[in-house]
């Protein structure tokens, strides 16, 4: 993660280009130094990450959607976790289910949390302000 003075660097991968307005938004809410790529296949995704630098894709966290098209959000984080330098990279499942056995499958595959998408924008921003906490928590 990058330390307080770099700018945090998320990349979300979602098909749906409303859920990234909404996320883009919520993240504008939060007082950090915020950057925020977007990409929208699975595939796509994988392509720019494993280019690396300098794209500027190497993001401190990354939230992928679970149902996506042709590379689901399982099936980008087992190839996100393929890619030496995210190894750990903090990777959440971003999706509208809340299914145990899919939470449990994601943490299994690497996922470092699920996040179920929230109906409020309010509550997105105080979770999306938590995550970030916690990563510069970590760094510190």
Same mark, same amino acid.
């Given at each position: 993660?990058?330390?307080?003075?770099?700018?945090?660097?998320?990349?979300?991968?979602?098909?749906?280009?409303?859920?990234?307005?909404?996320?883009?938004?919520?993240?504008?809410?939060?007082?950090?130094?915020?950057?925020?790529?977007?990409?929208?296949?699975?595939?796509?995704?994988?392509?720019?990450?494993?280019?690396?630098?300098?794209?500027?894709?190497?993001?401190?966290?990354?939230?992928?959607?679970?149902?996506?098209?042709?590379?689901?959000?399982?099936?980008?984080?087992?190839?996100?976790?393929?890619?030496?330098?995210?190894?750990?990279?903090?990777? *959440? &499942?971003?999706?509208? $289910?809340?299914?145990?056995?899919? +939470?449990?499958?994601?943490?299994? !595959?690497?996922?470092? @949390? *699920? &996040?179920?998408?929230? $109906?409020?924008?309010?509550?997105? +921003?105080?979770?999306?302000?938590? !995550?970030?906490?916690? @990563?510069?928590?970590?760094?510190?």
């Amino acid at each position: 993660m990058a330390n307080m003075r770099d700018p945090v660097k998320c990349l979300l991968i979602d098909d749906d280009r409303d859920d990234y307005e909404i996320f883009r938004l919520a993240l504008s809410e939060i007082n950090h130094h915020i950057h925020l790529s977007y990409l929208s296949t699975g595939f796509e995704a994988i392509d720019k990450l494993k280019q690396g630098p300098p794209f500027h894709l190497s993001p401190d966290l990354i939230f992928i959607d679970l149902n996506m098209p042709r590379m689901n959000g399982k099936q980008c984080l087992q190839e996100i976790r393929q890619i030496d330098r995210l190894k750990d990279t903090r990777v *959440f &499942i971003y999706s509208t $289910s809340a299914d145990s056995r899919i +939470v449990e499958e994601s943490q299994a !595959l690497g996922a470092t @949390g *699920f &996040i179920v998408k929230p $109906s409020n924008f309010n509550t997105l +921003v105080a979770m999306l302000d938590e !995550l970030l906490r916690e @990563g510069m928590k970590d760094q510190t």
